[in-house]
C-alpha cells in the first residue's frame, strides 16, 4: 500500500529555516511527480512546491519563491522542501502528495494528485 509520511515540522522563530521531509513507500517514486502543499486554520489548502520525476523541473508560487527548494532523491525514495527565511504566515500544517507523472505541465491544484501524507505542523513565531 502506497504510505508518504512527512517529518521535520516545528516551531520557528521569523527568519529561521526548516526542513522538511517525505518518504515515500509502496509505489515506484521515480514515477510519481512530487507536490507539497500547505493549509492554515480557516484557509484552503495551498500549493507550496512541485518537482517533477527526475528533480530537474521544479515549480513555486511566488509566496515562497526564492527561499523554499524542494529536491528529490530517488534512491532513497525522498523528496525534500528546505524553507529558508520564515515567515509566520508560513505557519501552516505541510503534507506531501504524489501523483504518477504523465510528462505534461507540473500539477499545482491538489485535486490533481491522488496520494496523500498525514501532514506535519509547522509554526513560525513572530
Known amino acids: 500500500q502506497v504510505q508518504l509520511v512527512e517529518s521535520g515540522g516545528g516551531l520557528v522563530q521569523a527568519g529561521g529555516s526548516l526542513r522538511l521531509s517525505c518518504e515515500a513507500s509502496?509505489?515506484?517514486?521515480?514515477?510519481?511527480?512530487m507536490g507539497w502543499f500547505r493549509q492554515a486554520p480557516g484557509k484552503e489548502r495551498e500549493f507550496v512546491a512541485v518537482?517533477?520525476?527526475?528533480?530537474?523541473?521544479?515549480n513555486y508560487p511566488g509566496s515562497v519563491k526564492g527561499r523554499f527548494t524542494v529536491s528529490r532523491d530517488n534512491a532513497k525514495n525522498t523528496v525534500l522542501l528546505e524553507m529558508n527565511s520564515l515567515k509566520p504566515e508560513d505557519t501552516a500544517v505541510y503534507y506531501c502528495?504524489?501523483?504518477?507523472?504523465?510528462?505534461?505541465?507540473?500539477?499545482?491544484?491538489?485535486?490533481?494528485?491522488?496520494?496523500w501524507g498525514q501532514g506535519t505542523q509547522v509554526t513560525v513565531s513572530s
Open positions: 502528495a504524489a501523483d504518477r507523472a504523465t510528462g505534461r505541465a507540473l500539477r499545482t491544484l491538489p485535486n490533481e494528485y491522488y496520494y
Open positions: 509502496g509505489l515506484t517514486f521515480s514515477s510519481y511527480t
Open positions: 518537482i517533477n520525476w527526475s528533480g530537474v523541473v521544479t
